[in-house]
């Protein structure tokens, strides 16, 4: 608080008895940064002081966790002659507890960004990888963060589409 002590006065038999100044409480409810409240002071009858008040300063700190989300569905962006052999994943997220509770599990994806250099090759995609990656979208939450896609590596396949059978000569 500011300031740290404050100069009370009154009866010396009251005094005696105090050895610590009480505030009237602060409501923090639904603060969510670094605060300052003006706070009257909580004095007995009987006592007073020149100061009516001091400045407290609330440090805020946000719970932070992970959230796992099962089955989330796996889409392509580019080519189109792959296939995922995986149609879905496991996606954990990481970040504000609160912020993480609001997010719709509906509306977590993966999607594999195909480049068109890949020559009909199979392959798997990783995070990180050059070229060839995933992208997780979760609706652009503030403050949150992949933590992890299980598996880590999504195998492609190419895609073997089958001619139609027509009527033979």
């Known amino acids: 608080a500011d300031p740290a002590m404050?100069?009370?006065?009154?009866?010396?038999v009251l005094l005696r008895e105090i050895e610590q100044v009480s505030t009237e409480p602060a409501d923090i409810s639904g603060i969510t940064e670094d605060t300052d409240f003006k706070l009257?002071?909580?004095l007995r009858r009987g006592l007073s002081s020149s100061r009516k008040g001091v400045?407290?300063?609330?440090?805020i700190i946000q719970l932070r966790s992970q959230r796992k989300l099962e089955n989330v569905?796996?889409?392509?962006?580019?080519d189109s002659n792959y296939l995922s052999a995986l149609e879905?994943?496991?996606?954990?997220?990481?970040?504000?507890?609160?912020?993480?509770a609001r997010i719709n599990p509906a509306d977590v994806q993966v999607r594999i960004v195909?480049?068109?250099?890949?020559?009909?090759?199979?392959?798997?995609v990783?995070?990180?990888?050059?070229?060839l990656h995933y992208?997780?979208?979760?609706?652009?939450?503030e403050q949150v963060s992949v933590f992890k896609v299980e598996p880590d590596r999504i195998p492609l396949v190419v895609r073997h589409d089958t001619p139609e059978e027509g009527p033979s000569p």
């Open 73 to 78: 569905p796996v889409s392509m962006v580019g």
């Open 55 to 59: 400045v407290a300063h609330a440090h």
């Open 40 to 42: 009257r002071l909580d």
């Open 6 to 12: 404050v100069e009370i006065s009154g009866p010396s």
């Open 135 to 141: 992208v997780v979208e979760f609706g652009g939450a």
């Open 114 to 124: 195909i480049p068109a250099d890949l020559d009909g090759r199979a392959v798997e």
């Open 88 to 100: 879905t994943v496991s996606v954990t997220l990481e970040g504000p507890t609160d912020v993480l």
């Open 126 to 131: 990783s995070a990180g990888s050059s070229g």
